[in-house]
Nanobody
Framework: VQLQASGGGLVQAGDSLRLSCAAS?????????IAWFRQAPGKRREFVAG??????SIYYADSVKGRFTISRDNAEVYLQMNSLRPEDTAVYYC????????????????????WGKGTLVTVSS
């Protein structure tokens, strides 16, 4: 499956952004667990949020819990980011894992099967 992330941009601290991740294979999209990762300059790529294939299981990194919300429909996965902070500045990637069933959330970067191209989020102070 091919993934395309969009929605990044330059915002001020406290603002909101909504990222979208569109998949090339819509008919089988529900078979994939989807996650958002991010990579700040000079840092390792890290997990942000993940959602199961059926959308019923969700997990967040502690750093974004209460500020970010992940959701999905039949064709896309979204990351609503509120109360953005300068430390949220990073390239955000959506990623997919197949073959884990409809209920599992994937958080391990090493388990990912497919990566999309990232979208840059810059939060100014």
């Amino acid at each position: 499956v091919q993934l395309q992330a969009s929605g990044g941009g330059l915002v001020q601290a406290g603002d909101s952004l909504r990222l979208s991740c569109a998949a090339s294979e819509r008919t089988t999209f529900s078979l994939y667990a989807i996650a958002w990762f991010r990579q700040a300059p000079g840092k390792r790529r890290e997990f942000v949020a993940g959602i199961s294939g059926n959308g019923g299981s969700i997990y967040y990194a502690d750093s974004v819990k209460g500020r970010f919300t992940i959701s999905r429909d039949n064709a896309e996965v979204y990351l609503q980011m509120n109360s953005l902070r300068p430390e949220d500045t990073a390239v955000y990637y959506c990623a997919a894992k197949s073959g884990v069933g409809p209920f599992r959330v994937v958080t391990d970067i090493n388990a990912i099967d497919y990566w999309g191209k990232g979208t840059l989020v810059t939060v100014s102070s």
